[in-house]
């Protein structure tokens, strides 16, 4: 079981805007540890997708992008493509556990 | 650019040491980051290991703490991984990645390394 809670999936048509939830707690993200999103394809290595809640690294599109409140952290996707379609993670850092944490991912599927 | 790339036996009996080096390509492990290992059992999703600072410092996933090891070799410009007392459990891709204030920029291709007899 992940410290940080995502849902196993989500799904959308294509020109759609999904969003993907990151719930953690009083020692993650609600302690003020920024949150990561990460894109994973089926036998790659995971890409950095935003960092520090809400910063896109270059040559990441506009259409991602992410948001922090309290305890939660979401990652929105707009203007659906089929090529969206991936594993993403959320990632952030709990002082409990005194260690960098993970999502479980969330499998996003375009319609 | 920075690259990563993993190396290591990619099958290790039960009970036995996994051990895996990963070489710094396009820039210096003796730079401003942390090195780190990040492993994904089949299937699953991601568990951070541990990692490694220039000097030496290391953080460790406290349920792996016991088993783990992270080093740097600066001549190498590499750092490497052991994992003890492994079994069928640890079976899985392991990944290098450069963290940058706990935010993982670069990654390598990963590794898979089955535990079996």
């Known amino acids: 079981q992940s410290v940080l809670t995502q849902p196993p999936s989500v799904s959308g048509a294509p020109g759609q805007r999904v969003t993907i939830s990151c719930t953690g707690s009083?020692?993650?993200?609600?302690?003020?540890?920024?949150v990561q999103w990460y894109q994973q394809f089926p036998g790659t290595a995971p890409k950095l997708l935003i960092h520090s809640n809400n910063n896109r690294p270059s040559g990441v599109p506009d259409r991602f992008s992410g948001s922090k409140s309290g305890t939660s952290a979401s990652l929105a996707i707009t203007g659906l493509q089929a090529d969206d379609e991936a594993d993403y993670y959320c990632q952030s850092y709990d002082s409990s556990l005194r260690g960098v944490v993970f999502g479980g991912g969330t499998k996003l599927t375009v319609l | 650019q920075v690259q990563l790339q993993e190396s290591g036996p990619g099958l290790v009996k039960p009970s036995g040491t996994l051990s895996l080096t990963c070489v710094v390509s396009?820039?210096?492990?003796?730079?401003?980051?942390?090195w780190s290992w990040v492993r994904q059992p089949p299937g699953k999703g991601l568990e951070w290991i541990g990692e490694?600072?220039?000097?030496?410092?290391?953080n460790y996933n406290p349920s792996l703490k016991n088993r783990v090891t992270i080093s740097v070799d600066k001549s190498k410009n590499q750092f490497s991984l052991k994992l003890s007392s492994v079994t069928a459990a640890d079976t899985a891709v392991y990944f290098c990645?450069?963290?940058?204030?706990?935010?993982?920029?670069?990654w390598g291709q990963g590794t898979l390394v089955t535990v079996s007899s």
């Open positions: 396009g820039g210096s492990i003796s730079s401003d980051f942390w």
């Open positions: 490694v600072y220039r000097g030496g410092i290391t």
């Open positions: 990645a450069r963290a940058d204030y706990r935010t993982f920029d670069y």
């Open positions: 009083s020692s993650s993200i609600g302690a003020g540890y920024d």
